[in-house]
């Protein structure tokens, strides 16, 4: 079993940043590909970004990309998602999840899923 907690969340105005954090328990941090997904009111759950097992692999969301970096320290058990240039449109509960493989992930299908982060930005 696996648990991830997110922080890092607030209100933010646009163009703003903000970075989320997400720590995991466990020995086997290293062995999983870690991700963000986020959710709005209404809305569906959409893929942001994904990290292979080492790091040296990310994939983006479409509405992200050039704005969001995906990092891990599997060191500290952490992932991280760094937000730039926020706007309105990002506003969402930020999921951090854990899987055992990327395409996993990208398929909205992980083994693992955290509480949740609020993220609102305002205009």
């Not at 891990?72 to 990002?90: C, E, F, I, S, W």
Request: glycine letters at 12%; one cysteine or more; proline letters at 2%.
């Amino acid at each position: 079993q696996v648990q991830l907690v997110e922080s890092g969340g607030g209100l933010v105005q646009a163009g703003g940043s903000l970075r989320l954090s997400c720590a995991t328990s466990g020995r086997t941090f290293s062995s999983y590909a870690m991700g963000w997904f986020r959710q709005a009111p209404g809305k569906e759950r959409e893929f942001v970004a994904a990290a292979d097992r080492s790091g040296s692999i990310t994939y983006y969301g479409d509405s992200v990309k050039g704005r969001f970096t995906i990092s891990r320290d599997n060191a500290k058990n952490t992932v991280y998602l760094q937000m730039n240039n926020l706007k309105p449109g990002d506003t969402a509960v930020y999921y951090c999840a854990a899987s055992s493989t990327t395409i996993s992930l990208r398929k909205l299908s992980p083994n693992y899923w955290g509480q949740g982060t609020q993220v609102t930005v305002s205009s």
